[in-house]
């Protein structure tokens, strides 16, 4: 069974650093591309980051570039999301997504992690 | 852009019930494939994907759902829908970089 864990999630108060962490299992992770997504609570969804097998091809969206790395430890079935100078418009659900295989596209999310910025 | 209506979905338990998801552009891949997914998430819930390439059931999905489409205007079904259906449907795109996603449908009993 595909499982995916996130972890790290906290409050924090804005300028702030959090990293989040991504546990997979039921499935070869160092084949799969992996994604993050957000979403504020009652809101919708949007994309943050991709990155593929190897973690050597990674993309994020403008709102978090220069702020937010991803990483992954194929040796520990884990993907990261270190999340520096956090603001408020940050809050947010982070989703841990498994990119498709068979097309383009994700599969599997996980159940979220709580990240809230505020002073 | 993708743009989901209705917003909001009174609907009759087995009764069907359809959402519509058009983008703003042709989702058509240089692959000659449309990434078009449907994804659902229940109250508490994190997403759930149920359709991919438009018209896909993803594993484990009840074919009372399904999905059809092309180019830029999109639907998914519920041939009769069940309690367990209520909640939030988002079609996404995946074709352009980056992913997005529809504002959302909420999908609630009468």
């Known amino acids: 069974e595909v499982q995916l864990v996130e972890s790290g999630g906290a409050l924090v108060q804005p300028g702030e650093s959090l990293r989040l962490s991504c546990a997979a299992s039921?499935?070869?992770?160092?084949?799969?591309?992996m994604h993050w997504v957000r979403q504020v609570p009652g809101k919708g969804l949007v994309w943050v980051s991709r990155?593929?097998?190897?973690?050597?091809?990674?993309t994020y969206a403008d709102s978090v570039k220069g702020r937010f790395t991803v990483s992954r430890d194929n040796a520990k079935n884990t993907q990261y999301l270190q999340m520096n100078s956090l603001r408020v418009e940050d809050t947010a659900l982070y989703y841990c997504?498994?990119?498709?295989?068979?097309?383009?596209?994700?599969?599997?999310w996980g159940q979220g992690a709580l990240v809230t910025v505020s002073s | 852009v993708m743009t989901q209506t209705p917003l909001s979905s009174p609907v009759t338990l087995g009764q069907p019930a359809s959402i519509s998801c058009k983008s703003s552009?042709?989702?058509?891949?240089?692959?000659?494939?449309?990434?078009l997914s449907w994804l659902q998430q229940r109250p508490g819930q994190p997403p759930r994907l149920l359709i991919y390439?438009?018209?896909y059931r993803f594993s484990g999905v009840p074919d009372r759902f399904s999905g059809s489409g092309a180019g830029t205007n999109f639907t998914l079904k519920i041939s009769r829908v069940e309690p367990e259906d209520v909640g939030v449907y988002y079609c996404?795109?995946?074709?352009?970089?980056?992913?997005?996603f529809g504002q959302g449908t909420k999908l609630e009993i009468k």
């Open positions: 996404m795109q995946s074709t352009q970089f980056p992913d997005t």
């Open positions: 390439k438009i018209s």
């Open positions: 997504v498994r990119g498709a295989q068979q097309w383009v596209g994700s599969d599997y």
């Open positions: 039921g499935f070869t992770f160092s084949d799969y591309w």
């Open positions: 990155m593929n097998t190897d973690g050597s091809h990674i």
């Open positions: 552009q042709s989702l058509v891949h240089s692959s000659g494939n449309t990434y």
